[in-house]
């Protein structure tokens, strides 16, 4: 079973043809995504990033995809901590409530921030960037992959991943 999770949801690169007032989503996405045009702009993944929902998102974004590369890109390690991460609950996505997650799920908060507001959490961004806007007709977040597959409703996530499971089926999928 081939699984992904990408934090990335609908932020974008800040590039320089994109300039404001046109510096949006659908301007890095026509020049820096799956069937630009060459010359693609050199600062399509180095720029900075803008969040949907602010700097709150982009703050999230980093941990998790920090998360996802000290846990190996395990599902099985990361995705319980993002969905305590990402539970609607007072505080939910501040530092106190990362570093609650993380001792809940024994990863350790110094390793994340460190992660977070180093060079690893940008190039981690950069992939994840590369990766979102280089998903075919990609038109809505949050979106996993199954298979290599873009699931387009994740309310069946569980009933496809259980469906598409070779082998000994995981408790959950009983």
């Known amino acids: 079973m081939d699984f992904d999770y990408v934090p990335f949801g609908n932020a974008f690169v800040e590039i320089k043809e994109c300039a404001d007032p046109k510096n949006d989503y659908s301007c890095w996405k026509r020049k820096c995504g799956l069937g630009a045009t060459p010359p693609i702009p050199s600062d399509c993944f180095t720029g900075p990033i803008n969040c949907q929902h602010g700097s709150g998102e982009c703050y999230g974004n980093l941990v998790e995809v920090c998360v996802k590369n000290m846990t190996n890109n395990d599902p099985w390690k990361y995705m319980p ?20 997650c993380a001792q809940q799920y024994n990863l350790n908060p110094a390793v994340i921030t460190s992660c977070q507001s180093g060079s690893s959490g940008k190039t981690l961004m950069a992939v ?3 990766a979102t806007v280089m998903v075919k007709g990609l038109n809505y977040v949050p979106y996993f992959t199954v298979n290599g597959k873009v699931l387009r409703n994740s309310d069946n996530l569980l009933e496809t991943v ?11 999928c009983r």
């Open 81 to 100: 901590f993002v969905d305590c991460y990402e539970a609607h609950e007072p505080g939910a996505g501040s530092k106190a409530h990362m570093e609650k």
């Open 128 to 130: 994840a960037a590369r």
């Open 162 to 172: 259980c469906k598409d499971w070779e082998g000994t089926k995981p408790a959950g």
